[in-house]
T-cell receptor, first 118, second 114 residues
Framework: GAVVSQHPSRVICKSGTSVKIECRSL??????MFWYRQFPKKSLMLMAT?????????EQGVEKDKFLINHASLTLSTLTVTSAHPEDSSFYIC??????????????FGPGTRLTVT | GESVGLHLPTLSVQEGDNSIINCAYS??????FIWYKQESGKGPQFIID?????DKRQGQRVTVLLNKTVKHLSLQIAATQPGDSAVYFC?????????????FGKGTKLSVKP
C-alpha cells in the first residue's frame, strides 16, 4: 500500500507554454501533498505544501503565480508550471501524507517528473 | 535556523563491506528523522526512521544511530550490495513554521564496487 504516482514521468515543452503535472495517491487519502524540486546532484527543495480544499502554502522564493497548485480531492494534486522557461527545467517530485495532522509522519513519494523546457 | 547536512558528499565501498553515511542536524528540538534512498531518475524511497527518544534502530541490513548530544545521525548498511548504489538523504521533520514538512540534507552518493 501507500503508492503515489505522477504523470507524466517526462515532459518536454516549448518556452512560454504551460505544463501540468499530476500527483495521485492510489490507495490512501492524502490530506496533505508536498511538491519538491530537485536539480541535478542536489537535494530536494520543498516548493509548496498543499492541503485538500485550501490554498497551497508556498516556500519563500517560490512564485505562486508561476507554480500553480491545486489539491481538489484527497487523492489528487496538480502542479502547473505556467509560461515555462528553460530555467524551470528540473525534476519535480510530489509526496503525499495520510490524514492525522502535521505530526503524522508517514510521507510517501512519487517517482518524479522530468521537465525539460526548450 | 533549521538545517540538515551531510559530512561526505560521495562514498565508494567494496561489495560486501559495511557502509556508514553521516548526517548532522542543527535543530536540537527535532524529534524525528528519516533516511531515504534515491536511485537515478526516481523518487526517494523510505529506508528507516528514528524518533528522538531512541538512539538506535535496526532494520534489514540497515541501522540508524542518533546522537542527540552532538546532533548527529548515521546510516549503516551491512554487507553493501551493488543494488545499494544510490544517493542517500537524511531528512528531519520540521518544527515551528515548517511543522510537518521534511527538511532534506544534501545527500551522499554511495557507489558500490563489485
Amino acid at each position: 500500500g501507500a503508492v503515489v504516482s505522477q504523470h507524466p514521468s517526462r515532459v518536454i515543452c516549448k518556452s512560454g507554454t504551460s505544463v501540468k503535472i499530476e500527483c495521485r495517491s492510489l490507495d490512501f487519502q492524502a490530506t496533505t501533498m508536498f511538491w519538491y524540486r530537485q536539480f541535478p546532484k542536489k537535494s530536494l527543495m520543498l516548493m509548496a505544501t498543499s492541503n485538500e480544499g485550501s490554498k497551497a502554502t508556498y516556500e519563500q522564493g517560490v512564485e505562486k503565480d508561476k507554480f500553480l497548485i491545486n489539491h481538489a480531492s484527497l487523492t489528487l494534486s496538480t502542479l502547473t508550471v505556467t509560461s515555462a522557461h528553460p530555467e524551470d527545467s528540473s525534476f519535480y517530485i510530489c509526496s503525499a501524507r495520510r490524514g492525522g495532522g502535521p505530526r503524522t509522519y508517514e510521507q510517501y513519494f512519487g517517482p518524479g517528473t522530468r521537465l525539460t523546457v526548450t | 535556523g533549521e538545517s540538515v547536512g551531510l559530512h561526505l558528499p560521495t562514498l565508494s565501498v567494496q561489495e560486501g563491506d559495511n557502509s556508514i553515511i553521516n548526517c548532522a542536524y542543527s535543530n536540537s528540538a527535532s524529534d524525528y528523522f528519516i533516511w531515504y534512498k534515491q536511485e537515478s531518475g526516481k523518487g526517494p524511497q523510505f529506508i528507516i526512521d528514528i524518533r528522538s527518544n531512541m538512539d538506535k534502530r535496526q532494520g534489514q541490513r540497515v541501522t540508524v544511530l542518533l546522537n542527540k548530544t552532538v546532533k548527529h545521525l548515521s546510516l549503516q548498511i551491512a554487507a553493501t550490495q551493488p543494488g545499494d548504489s544510490a544517493v542517500y538523504f537524511c531528512a528531519e521533520l520540521g518544527y515551528g513554521g515548517s511543522q510537518g514538512n521534511l527538511i532534506f540534507g544534501k545527500g551522499t552518493k554511495l557507489s558500490v564496487k563489485p
